[in-house]
């Protein structure tokens, strides 16, 4: 059965004071026998105390980004083989806020995905449409094109290491969610196209996150729908109450 997984997109917030009074705010609260794996990603500086705080709760630790390459001369950029040596396993790649004010395109995510598998991360690869792709009835077109430029070139062997997390860029930071039907439909869709391009069973067993202004008050429709396996929360994450009753709502 594939795996419900809740994942916090910390973004460019929270100083180390700040991370881990919420880390201990949310091992408090947060129960092991909850239903979903539960992950967090703080800012870089502060992924190794993270890692430190939450070492006995279950609660796993994600980079943010990372450099395709090995290592060299990146000034600034941070690599897998540093973020594996502090105990961080899983990266989110491809958000779109990395694609529009960073310049990542679908060639470049392809080479960190690879960078990532090399060193047997998880990756949480997002991706998702614009307004206007959806206004012109072009997001299952665009969905798909940024699936198979970033990812598609994987091995079988490697999807057991992918989460995805579709994120529909008009509904981040915006307050408007796609509705529990468009989520559905558009992760049906994913998962055919990969049953397409690969095979049913890894297209049944890849978890599908679901992101853009998840709250409280709509994680529970959104998530009950039947290919959504969990979220991706910027936003709501920031806050230990709103994080939790959203990782309870699954
Ligand atoms: P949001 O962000 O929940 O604040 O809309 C989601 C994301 O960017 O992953």
Redesign the pocket.
Known sequence: MRKKIVAG?WKMNKNLAETKTLLSELKTKLKASSEAEIIVAPTFTNLYSATEVLKPSGITVAAQNMHEAENGAYTGEISADMLKSIGVETVILG?SERRAYFGETDQLLAKKVNTALQHEMTIIFCFGEELQDRKSDNHFSVVEQQLKNGLFHINKADWKNVVLAY?PVW???TGETASPEQAQEMHAFIRKTIANAFDQEIADEVSILY????KPNNAQEIFAKMDVDGG?????SLDAENFTAIVNAI
């Open positions: 997109n958000h994120e509904a981040i930071g992101g853009g202004s998840v991706l929360i910027g936003g709501a």
